[in-house]
Nanobody, 122 residues
Framework: QVQLVESGGGLVQVGGSLRLSCAAS????????VGWYRQAPGKQRELVAA???????NYADSVKGRFTIARDNAKNTVYLQMNSLKPEDTAVYYC????????????????WGQGTQVTVSS
């Protein structure tokens, strides 16, 4: 069964750092575009950072210069390095990815992870 599993969330103080991981498992051939989203209580889910299949990153203005998205294709894993964390970064973080699940014909399916909680305390 194909799935995305996030890890690395937790409680951190203002100014601290966390690294989130999103690992794809199951019968997949490659990971295409990936996005990290977050959802704070009472707010809509928002895109924080994304990376294309060839490694081009993109960031929301609110996290530029603080967050870095990266991928390790050999491990089918995408990371989100979060530095200089602020209380407003508190949210559940979700990974969303397009996964190539078959080759003939080429089939790309979209998956969501279960989410990981990030809490930044002041």
């Amino acid at each position: 069964q194909v799935q995305l599993v996030e890890s690395g969330g937790g409680l951190v103080q203002v100014g601290g750092s966390l690294r989130l991981s999103c690992a794809a498992s199951g019968n997949i051939f490659s990971i295409k575009d990936v996005g990290w989203y977050r959802q704070a209580p009472g707010k809509q889910r928002e895109l924080v950072a994304a990376i294309t299949g060839v490694g081009t990153p993109n960031y929301a203005d609110s996290v530029k210069g603080r967050f870095t998205i990266a991928r390790d294709n050999a491990k089918n894993t995408v990371y989100l390095q979060m530095n200089s964390l602020k209380p407003e970064d508190t949210a559940v973080y979700y990974c969303n990815a397009d996964l190539l699940t078959t080759l003939f014909p080429p089939t790309v399916r979209n998956y969501w992870g279960q989410g990981t909680q990030v809490t930044v305390s002041s």
